[in-house]
């Protein structure tokens, strides 16, 4: 009966990176590999270069350096692609010929594949963090009833249109931009292989299928623009279905360990950042930090060391960087511990949580730093300052833009707003509304928050 176990294991492993055309075509002798590939491409990106100035929790810029949504990504990635070779190597030696193409993959692969999909796990937030959201969505809901020549706003889209509308979701956008084909860009999008778009759908369902009971439907991973996308690639990969009515899927493996690298990087990097900019006493997060080393007790760590190294540090941000860092390897060895601990949960979708919160479950010290982010760190005054400053910003470009874009008798000024809009973003006149709607969207949502302040003043005739 184990061994039947571990085949039906082995199989689902071997199925889930790659469909048969990409199969064969990873057998081809190249100077880098499809993985490595999609790593660099999204480097070289534009929508990855913008995320240098998209707000991650503090104002951007300030006197002290605190993380952006660019250097937070990085980071994410680092380790990611150390989770991802702790358990692609675990995976490979467990269940994998060393001359296999399996073995190849999970010893040497997963680890850029995981690294790849940290790096564009964010590319599809707008300006101003979530508040950039709130404010698209809210957009929507607010105008329903105002009338576009005589039709109302709610009327123009059909009912998953208006939840894809009115629920603007960053990770649906980011598959958005990492597979569509704009106008004059490539007809791939950025060509990335289907492990790496798998791994970033943290929420494989459509709008109207949100249910927040359950981990994989607390939000959801597509616009209808990408359903057809969405769909090819969760039958290549193997998704297992939830639901065809409306359209749901479990989480793909990959998926845990992104997130994994992900929850680790903000509950411990807010807090340095916090400390830096003085809100947070060293004293406070040096203690937080210790208590998470000490509560997970991992063999490789040397408690005792670690203290005294903290202490013979003279310089108090340098002293902090140092215990992040410990911190951060701890959990990553520990997230990486209960993935392998749960392998055939997690392989057959039966896994209904995150690693990192089976961590918090049997600890004490990441409940209090969650308590402290809440209260001392995300409802700050210069934190609530840029969010309701990005509120206003988003709303007031939307509520210029996409009348403008909607109508089918454009004024000059209506003509004019639509020629501020890029090439590669400019709707066509024959797209159906929802399309042209959602290029109004790529426009707006791909904004930094530098531009999209100094375009919503020049607009508005604040500045000129």
């Not at 952006?68 to 010929?97: D, M, P, Q």
């Not at 340098?318 to 209960?338: D, G, V």
């Not at 993935?339 to 209904?352: K, P, Q, R, V, W």
């Not at 961590?359 to 402290?372: C, F, G, R, W, Y």
Request: hydrophobic letters at 35%.
């Amino acid at each position: 009966m184990k061994s039947s176990i571990e085949s039906s294991i082995k199989e689902k492993w071997s199925t889930c990176y790659l469909s048969e055309a990409e199969r064969n075509q990873e057998r081809s002798d190249l100077s880098r590999s499809s993985y490595q590939r999609d790593y660099d491409r999204i480097i070289f990106s534009s929508a990855f270069r913008r995320l240098q100035n998209k707000t991650q929790v503090f104002p951007l810029p300030g006197t002290a350096f605190v993380h952006n949504r660019l250097t937070h990504s990085l980071e994410v990635a680092s380790v990611g692609r150390s989770i991802g070779t702790i358990v692609g190597r675990s995976l490979a030696e467990k269940h994998f010929e060393k001359e296999s193409l399996d073995y190849q993959f999970y010893y040497y692969e997963l680890s850029n594949v995981i690294g790849a999909a940290c790096l564009a796990h964010d590319l599809g937030n707008p300006a101003f963090g979530h508040s950039g959201e709130a404010a698209i969505s809210h957009y929507f809901k607010s105008f329903s009833e105002t009338s576009i020549e005589g039709t109302k706003l709610r009327e123009i889209y059909n009912d998953v249109e208006w939840e894809d509308l009115t629920n603007f979701e960053g990770n649906a956008n980011a598959l958005r931009i990492l597979t569509q084909s704009f106008h004059g860009k490539s007809a791939l999008g950025m060509g990335l292989t289907k492990a790496c778009l798998a791994a970033i759908l943290k929420y494989p369902c459509e709008s109207i299928a949100i249910n927040k009971k359950k981990k994989h439907t607390k939000k959801y991973g597509f616009f209808q623009s990408e359903k057809a996308i969405f769909k090819q690639l969760v039958k290549d990969l193997n998704f297992v279905s939830d639901g065809t009515d409306p359209i749901v899927y479990k989480r793909h493996p990959f998926v845990y360990l992104v997130e994994a690298a992900d929850d680790i990087c903000y509950n411990i990097i807010d807090m340095e950042d916090a400390h830096r900019l003085g809100i947070i006493s060293k004293t406070v997060v040096s203690e937080a930090f210790l208590k998470v080393i000490e509560e997970i007790d991992n063999p490789a760590d040397d408690f005792t060391k670690i203290q005294l190294t903290y202490s013979s540090i003279g310089d108090d941000n340098e002293a902090i960087s140092y215990l992040r860092a410990k911190a951060i390897n701890t959990l990553t060895l520990e997230c990486s511990r209960i993935f392998l601990e749960n392998e055939e949960a997690i392989i057959h979708s039966d896994f209904n949580a995150s690693l990192f919160s089976k961590i918090e479950s049997t600890t004490q010290s990441l409940a209090h730093i969650e308590e402290m982010s809440l209260h001392q760190i995300y409802r700050h005054p210069k934190v609530l300052e840029i969010e309701v400053a990005g509120f206003n910003v988003m709303s007031g470009l939307l509520e210029m833009y996409l009348p403008a874009v909607l109508k089918e008798f454009k004024s000059p000024v209506d003509r004019t707003m639509v020629s501020l809009i890029p090439s590669q973003f400019r709707p066509k006149e024959e797209d159906a509304p929802y399309l042209k709607t959602m290029n109004v969207l790529d426009h707006i949502s791909s904004m930094t928050d530098a531009f999209a302040v100094e375009h919503y003043r020049k607009l508005k005739g604040i500045e000129i």
